[in-house]
């Protein structure tokens, strides 16, 4: 849609002519389709998306998903080029299929192409063809005459398409499983939705997140589909633009990882994850992973791990994994090994982040083991997947986990969102450690074991000694960067409050000012009026 050059998608309730039953409007202005093109899109099977913005595979996307709301769908499409325009009309229909008993899909369609020498609609592929088709349309879409087809088009503009899915399903107890009453500028699930102010307070909090609220309420999962919109780019529900939501907006104490997952020994491409907790922690048990791919949303909150005793409770984190290809309805991927690898990866950090953070919101922090030797390596040799903590500005620090593996006495500052420190990080200042010093006494005295150096030796493949000193040499540098600017941000503070006051003291003496003024000017017009009192009367008087 976007990639068809579309600024705007409409989405809006509307009626059956025919019955007058509600059905649902999906409209935009992007380049529209040709006759071509639209038997691609109502044709089973096929698909041309092969452009690396294009998430369609199996070219079954719309049909699928058309047919999840409603019986039946009628698509009006218009395209404009350099030689013609071209206007399309075709229709999905399973009360069509059922009732007349075909053993086959028939899709009809009718195609016009604008005649410039005389400005009418010419009937493409034979008068015949049209004919049959063109009398299945109207006698089971919501349109029982050509010119109310043809009237669709008046508010598509020079290109464009508009789709009308109607006959929509009924729920068990016989409504619409689409609810356009229950809030004027949303759509929702019946009977999903539920009136906070009649459940307890602990659990309002839960009901009014975007991790629940999505599942039933269509404006909620419009303004997290997509992971980037254009500035010139909207979708407009029931009248009202919706507002693009991230995900990431609602995480505190976030990191950023790096994942490089891998597959016959070369990397398949780079994926940075931003994790944190959810605001709301630890009173809400929210947690799972925000999946994109290609800027669309697949997986929301996918619940990689089943947390017991609490252990990663409101752990949240947003990735966009291109590498994996999703399902033809694009409510799930493919269950390949690169899969399978991050399905793998992501439970691994949701466990990391949570046994070093979970401090931060409240949880007792509880000391760990150091996990063998083949845990290091298979994380940080590449062997299937090279992981690293990633800063703001692509910025790489040694994260936690890395510091907790090494061992590593110095710690670094975990950044949040607007690159400051983290408030209510516990921290301990240590002496500066030279590892490759440690690691030669220790092989000198003898008492660094095979145990004990086995994850020195398997982390050395991907971060060298040297490598991790000038890691830590950043780290200082930004923690520096940080104090310097938490002492701006105080001067800014006290100058925001000096220029208050005084704007209080100029307004203070405007006020003043403008009394006089106010006083003065009533002295003036009382002035004027007795001169006017004194001098009708001497011109009376002179003109008798």
Not at 189 to 203: E, L, Q, R
Not at 444 to 455: I, M
Not at 486 to 495: A, F, Q, S, V, Y
């Amino acid at each position: 849609m976007i990639q068809n050059g579309a600024t705007f998608v409409i989405v809006d309730k509307t009626s059956n002519p025919r019955d007058g039953s509600p059905a649902l409007l999906v409209q935009d202005d992007g380049g529209g389709m040709d006759p071509e093109a639209m038997r691609r899109c109502m044709s089973f099977g096929f698909s041309d998306k092969k452009s690396k913005s294009a998430i369609g595979q199996y070219g079954n996307g719309f049909k699928t998903s058309s047919m999840r709301l409603g019986a039946d769908v009628i698509v009006f499409s218009r395209h404009l080029d350099d030689r013609s325009l071209t206007q399309s009309i075709g229709l999905l229909s399973y009360s069509f299929l059922t009732r007349t008993c075909h053993d086959r899909i028939v899709v009809p369609m009718v195609d016009y192409e604008l005649n410039l020498s005389s400005g009418t609609l010419d009937v493409l592929h034979g008068r015949e063809h049209f004919a049959s088709n063109l009398s299945v349309l109207l006698k089971w879409s919501p349109f029982s005459t050509e010119a109310e087809l043809l009237k669709q088009f008046d508010d598509i503009g020079s290109h464009g398409t508009k789709i009308i899915i109607y006959n929509l399903w009924l729920n068990n107890d016989g409504n619409s499983e689409l609810d356009f009453d229950s809030d004027e500028k949303d759509i929702c699930i019946s009977g999903d939705t539920k009136k906070v102010d009649t459940i307890p307070a602990w659990k309002a909090v839960n009901e009014q997140l975007i991790a629940r609220r999505y599942h039933h309420s269509l404006r909620v999962y419009l303004s997290i589909l997509y992971l980037r919109i254009p500035e010139t780019f909207r979708i407009i529900l029931r009248g009202e633009i919706v507002e693009h939501h991230n995900i990431a907006d609602d995480l505190k104490y976030i990191e950023y990882i790096l994942y490089k997952p891998q597959s016959v020994g070369s990397v398949e491409g780079a994926v940075v994850s931003t994790i944190g907790f959810l605001k709301e922690a630890p009173r809400v048990n929210i947690h799972g992973f925000c999946v994109y791919h290609k800027n669309r949303l697949i997986l929301p909150f996918w619940q990689v791990v089943s947390y017991s005793d609490s252990r990663g409770r409101g752990v949240v984190g947003v990735l966009e994994a291109n590498f994996v290809e999703p399902t033809h309805n694009k409510q799930d991927f493919e269950r390949t090994s690169l899969f399978q690898k991050l399905e793998g990866r992501l439970k691994e950090m949701t466990w990391e982040y949570w046994d070093y953070h979970c401090g931060l919101i409240g949880y007792q922090i509880k000391k760990k083991s150091q996990p063998p030797a083949s845990h290091y390596s298979s994380h940080f040799t590449g062997q299937s997947s090279v992981q690293e903590s990633v800063g703001l500005n692509k910025t790489y620090m040694v994260s936690d986990r890395v510091k907790g593996r090494l061992d590593v006495a110095e710690q670094s500052i975990p950044i949040s969102s607007h690159g400051r420190s983290m408030q209510g990080l516990p921290m301990k200042r240590k002496e500066h450690v030279d590892l490759v010093k440690i690691e030669k006494v220790k092989r000198q005295a003898g008492t660094g074991g095979k145990t004990s150096l086995q994850p020195l030796n398997g982390i050395g493949n991907h971060l060298r000694d040297e490598e991790t000193q000038n890691l830590l040499q950043e780290n200082k540098k930004l923690r520096a960067k940080c104090l310097e600017y938490d002492k701006r941000g105080e001067e800014l503070t006290i100058k925001v409050e000096e220029l208050k006051n005084e704007m209080r003291e100029v307004q203070r003496e405007y006020g003043q000012l403008l009394a006089e003024l106010k006083s003065l000017d009533a002295v003036k017009d009382e002035k004027d009026v007795n001169v006017v009192e004194i001098d009708i009367p001497y011109q009376l008087q002179s003109g008798s």
